[in-house]
């Protein structure tokens, strides 16, 4: 049985910092392409950053958050600095079973349950 279980979030003021974890059960994170995307209230669920053989992010957060991988651990970490209001949202980890990440949430077959981050202004 596959899990992800993420955890970290909370509420922070605006210029902040947070780490999200995500620990992985079931599948070696190595061998998985792993994505963080975030869903706001009313809008579409939209990809954050991602890390394959190599690691790639979205345009608004690109130069403030780290994504990360501890393969011993099996964990997938982001590192999120910098924090805005318009970061608030929930986190969640994606895994797709092959090495590279995708921008698109349907190609990701395992989810996490999500974690809730606030940023106030």
């Known amino acids: 049985q596959v899990q992800l279980v993420e955890s970290g979030g909370g509420l922070v003021q605006a210029g902040g910092s947070l780490r999200l974890s995500c620990a992985v059960s079931g599948r070696t994170v190595s061998n998985h392409g792993m994505g963080w995307f975030r869903q706001a209230p009313g809008k579409d669920r939209e990809f954050v950053a991602g890390?394959?053989?190599?690691?790639w992010y979205a345009n608004s957060v690109r130069g403030r958050f780290t994504i990360s991988r501890d393969n011993a651990k099996n964990t997938v970490y982001l590192q999120m600095n910098s924090l805005k209001p318009e970061d608030t949202a929930v986190y969640y980890c994606a895994a797709r079973p092959v090495t590279g990440y995708d921008l698109r949430p349907i190609a990701y077959d395992y989810w996490g349950q999500g974690t809730q981050v606030t940023v106030s202004s």
């Open positions: 890390i394959g053989l190599n690691t």
